[in-house]
């Protein structure tokens, strides 16, 4: 294996075991906590509190899954692509709060998933 195939390879087991962390610690941790947070943090935004309520519930199960599939790299391309809408989400919910420093945050979590993606061998 190429030093750039295995560059690649632990790098996306590394954005992968970030995201599936994210996602683990919040469903098997404080769960509800988490979901009420956030309908809380955008009570006064434009949002609908069930609409919050919903996508609270998704976040975390969605991180899970795309760290699965960034580990194992089995449907990785669709992974990826998940990767980035949920990114997508994260990025409009943290602009429309203000919250610019989670926002760049949030922005390498996508330049990863580029990266990973521009990369990988097609047949992914």
Known sequence: MSNKKLA?????????VNFFMHGAVRILGDYSGFVSGMVNDFGDTFLLPIS?????????????IVGIILI?????????ILG?????VLIF??????????????????????FILYFQDDES
């Open 84 to 88: 980035f809408l949920l990114m997508a």
């Open 8 to 16: 690649l390879f632990l790098f996306r087991i590394v954005v992968g």
């Open 52 to 64: 919050v309520k919903a996508l609270a519930y998704v976040i975390p199960i969605v991180e899970l």
């Open 93 to 114: 919910g943290m602009s429309l709060l203000q919250q610019w420093g989670v926002v760049g945050t949030q922005m390498l979590y996508a330049l990863s998933l580029f």
């Open 72 to 80: 194992t790299g089995y449907k990785l391309r669709y992974g990826l």
